[in-house]
């Protein structure tokens, strides 16, 4: 008889697993598959020269608008210019006429220039909306992207002369420590 | 200069060194680097893939009442959607630049307009710019009441639970205001129907809320799957 207490925590537990009201489950059983908008778009940003590039994955099922997709200078002094996109799918609209939309991913280019000389962090500005060809649509999404941090986290080919630098510079406070140090002696306590 | 001094002068020179290798590594590590990759989430991002399912947007928490609120109406004046009150609502949020939203338009009008003697009401929720709303609204001829807004628009979408709304999405109450389902995307008629055919034996106290709402769930799983 005792596993009877057992057996009922176990389905309460199993209850709560599911998480979620049980007249929700309608609902839930047609359209709140949908993916969260971070996880239908992704979007990262990266600088290569002086060209900006900001790359979406696009999940399977979901698309973007071509015409929705804008990247602006966010950070003081940096100007970017009218970014270049692919063609993309002609997908037919009763109301606004034939869109291009971008499936799987796109990649955008924008040539800027900066006249900080790298005093403040390099901010964008990206707009973009989208859908699930399921039959729902995502509010315009707007983010700031810091591309040179995307960057700064790939491995970064070493220059030779940098490690020169690094080592000299480390050799050079070694000696000065040296030459201040000659002549002096540490005065120790004397041992008993 | 004695060698006291020298080596004292010798020692600053070094340590200036030593500034100035450290200022060279520093400006390296600022400058623009050339030929890099462009850092992008690994992976296409796919709802097949396990992870992505566990990603999956959380199911809104809708509340069992109608929440309260007020937009502006076609004439620009403050309507709460408690004037409603006493018949059941199909309340559809949409904006303009949603496809799917304009697509289901014509199916709410014809549902407002088959409806409407049985005390049912299409009240549609624009959550978008005004001009553009109006304009739509004339040109779809939209004949059910239209309240409209931007933030405070979200803000009512928030209250039915969708925090990261998705449009289009509608929710139907009975003639109690309790909220009976939240039907999240384009709406059609086989669904429109088994839903709204609930909310009137709910109306006519033919079913009890639990019933109806279980009624609903399995006749959109057969939907889903016929």
């Known amino acids: 008889m005792k596993t009877w207490p057992t057996a009922l925590l176990m389905l309460c537990l199993a209850g709560a697993v599911s998480a979620k009201p049980w007249w929700m489950h309608g609902v839930e059983s047609n359209e709140t598959d949908f993916l969260p908008p971070d996880v239908a778009f992704r979007v990262g940003a990266g600088i290569d020269g002086n060209l900006l590039r900001v790359r979406w994955v696009i999940a399977d099922g979901y698309y973007l608008y071509r015409q929705k997709i804008e990247i602006k200078a966010e950070s003081p002094d940096l100007t970017v210019a009218a970014p270049k996109l692919p063609q993309g799918i002609m997908k037919v609209d009763p109301y606004l006429g034939n869109q291009e939309i971008y499936k799987q991913q796109v990649e955008a280019t924008a040539t800027f220039s900066r006249f900080d000389y790298g005093a403040h962090p390099m901010q964008i500005k990206v707009t973009y909306q989208g859908c699930a060809e399921a039959g729902l649509c995502y509010p315009p999404i707007t983010k700031v992207l810091f591309p040179e941090q995307a960057i700064s986290a790939a491995p970064q080919p070493a220059q030779p002369w940098e490690a020169v630098a690094i080592l000299g510079g480390g050799f050079a406070f070694l000696l000065a420590g040296l030459l201040l140090r000659k002549g002096r002696k540490l005065e120790l306590p004397a041992a008993t | ?226």
């Open chain 2, 1 to 226: 200069m004695n060698m006291p001094g020298l080596r004292a002068l010798g020692a600053v020179l070094l340590v200036l060194l030593g500034i100035w290798a450290g200022a060279r590594f520093y400006a390296s590590s600022k400058a623009v680097p050339s030929q890099r990759a462009v850092a992008v989430p690994a992976g296409v991002a796919s709802p097949a893939n396990p992870s992505d399912l566990l990603q999956a947007a959380a199911p809104p928490k809708i509340p069992d009442r109608l929440p309260q609120f007020a937009l502006q109406d076609r004439s620009g004046k403050s309507t709460p959607i408690a004037s409603f009150e006493g018949k059941s609502l199909v309340i559809n949020f949409w904006a303009t630049w949603c496809a799917p939203c304009r697509s289901e338009i014509p199916l709410l009008k014809t549902l407002h307009s088959e409806w409407t003697g049985r005390g049912v009401s299409v009240v549609g929720i624009a959550v978008d710019n005004r001009d553009k709303v109006l304009e739509f609204a004339d040109r779809f001829k939209i004949a059910y009441p239209l309240l409209m807004g931007e933030q405070d628009a979200l803000d009512a979408a928030t209250a039915f639970g969708m925090e990261s709304p998705v449009f289009p999405f509608t929710v139907f109450t009975d003639r109690r205001g309790e909220v009976v389902t939240l039907f999240v995307g384009e709406l059609h008629r086989p669904e429109a129907e088994l839903i709204l055919g609930q909310v009137a034996d709910l109306n006519q106290n033919k079913i009890e809320l639990p019933a109806a709402r279980r009624a609903i769930e399995d006749g959109l799983r057969t939907l889903k799957t016929t």
